[in-house]
T-cell receptor, first 112, second 114 residues
Framework: GNSVTQMEGPVTLSEEAFLTINCTYT??????LFWYVQYPGEGLQLLLK?????DKGSNKGFEATYRKETTSFHLEKGSVQVSDSAVYFC???????????FGQGTTLQVKP | DGGITQSPKYLFRKEGQNVTLSCEQN?????MYWYRQDPGQGLRLIYY???????QKGDIAEGYSVSREKKESFPLTVTSAQKNPTAFYLC?????????????FGEGSRLTVL
């Protein structure tokens, strides 16, 4: 079946450091890929998405590229801020099933 | 403003009691979802509904029940058969036609079993 695997956290960085959160997936067909973010005490919100191979999603300085050859969708940001501290979820959507499947989440803590 | 409203935000329950979590959306979305979130396990799908009067089991449906009598509403009942119900529950919706997987989430309900 379809699945998503994220790097384990927590990830602790200093402000202005470079961020990478790894995400790999297993899926049949051509899924869409997403990154969602959850700030403390809140629900999730969509950060970025990519719907086909080689697409790059970007938002708020974050980027991720849909790599079909390596089945990956790693999240990157060049310079993190304290306000980026949150839990980040990689997710996969299959139109065949109508289900959105999440990775286990990676907690990011950015220190001033 | 359009959005998804979950209630209550916090709920305490004694063992052996059923409890119903409310989820209402005014986004005119066709599809709605319930997820359970536990520390270190991410989100796991409980039930989902792509249209009114129809719903499917997700990966961890045992001990839960849902109904979808109205487009706007998708309540989740946590029954006494759910062995470990203490968790954070998230409801979500998406336009559904076509369903792109881009979900809009409520702010969640935290259930604690005493």
């Amino acid at each position: 079946g379809n699945s998503v695997t994220q790097m384990e956290g927590p990830v602790t960085l200093s402000e202005e450091a470079f961020l990478t959160i790894n995400c790999t997936y297993t899926a049949t067909g051509y899924p869409s890929l997403f990154w969602y973010v959850q700030y403390p005490g809140e629900g999730l919100q969509l950060l970025l998405k990519a719907t086909k191979a080689d697409d790059k999603g970007s938002n708020k300085g974050f980027e991720a590229t849909y790599r079909k050859e390596t089945t990956s969708f790693h999240l990157e940001k060049g310079s993190v801020q304290v306000s980026d501290s949150a839990v980040y979820f990689c997710a996969l959507f299959s139109s065949n099933t109508g289900k959105l499947i999440f990775g286990q989440g990676t907690t990011l803590q950015v220190k001033p | 403003d359009g959005g998804i409203t979950q209630s209550p935000k916090y709920l305490f329950r004694k063992e052996g009691q059923n409890v119903t979590l409310s989820c209402e959306q005014n986004l005119n979305h066709d599809a709605m979802y319930w997820y359970r979130q536990d520390p270190g396990q991410g989100l796991r799908l409980i039930y989902y509904s792509q249209i009114v009067n129809d719903f499917q089991k997700g990966d961890i449906a045992e001990g839960y029940s849902v109904s979808r009598e109205k487009k706007e509403s998708f309540p989740l009942t946590v029954t006494s058969a759910q062995k470990n119900p203490t968790a954070f529950y998230l409801c979500a919706s998406t336009p559904g036609q076509p369903n792109t997987g881009e979900l809009f989430f409520g702010e969640g309900s935290r259930l604690t079993v005493l």
